[in-house]
């Protein structure tokens, strides 16, 4: 990532593989970690709608609303009362299968919260190489990042 100091608003742009983070000058760490994350949620936005979409029917449920947010144990999260999914951010960096399985695993939480049985038998189902993808996963410990210049 290349790191370019100019005064104006914050921003992360994709050229050729190349990304270039746009931030003011004296902006710190913190400041460009945060413009970073912003981009992952805008990239986050532009495809968890269409799978979410994908995978309703399938599974006959609704989602009332999803949120992205950095997530320091979990890939996602569910609240099956509210209708509510939550995803790690982090998972813009994970191939989008990965993303796809993380989505229909919280989906399959609306039908049932715990993970018995009855929940693998829904992957099972709907997602046979849920195994694979969970321990694809789980090879890369969540850790918050460091962006050096
Ligand atoms: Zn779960």
């Excluded at 270039?20 to 970690?33: E, H, I, M, Q």
């Excluded at 046979?128 to 090879?139: H, I, M, S």
Aim: hydrophobic share 40%; glycine share 2%.
């Amino acid at each position: 990532m290349t790191i370019r100091h100019r005064d104006a608003k914050p921003s992360v742009s994709v050229d050729h593989k190349r990304i270039t983070l746009t931030v003011r000058p004296g902006s710190d760490a913190a400041k460009r970690a945060e413009v970073i994350h912003e981009w992952h949620r805008a990239l986050l936005h532009e495809v968890v709608p269409t799978l979410i979409q994908k995978w309703e029917p399938k599974l006959k449920v609704k989602v009332t609303g999803y949120f992205l947010q950095r997530m320091k144990t979990k890939w996602g999260s569910c609240n099956p009362k509210a209708g509510h999914i939550r995803l790690n951010t982090e998972l813009v960096k994970k191939p989008k299968d990965l993303l796809e399985y993380v989505i229909v695993h919280e989906l399959a939480h609306l039908l049932e919260p715990t993970h018995s049985e009855r929940f693998m038998a829904i992957l099972q189902k709907h997602y046979p190489t849920w195994r694979e993808a969970r321990a694809e996963l789980n090879e890369l410990p969540l850790s918050s990042e460091v962006w050096r210049e």
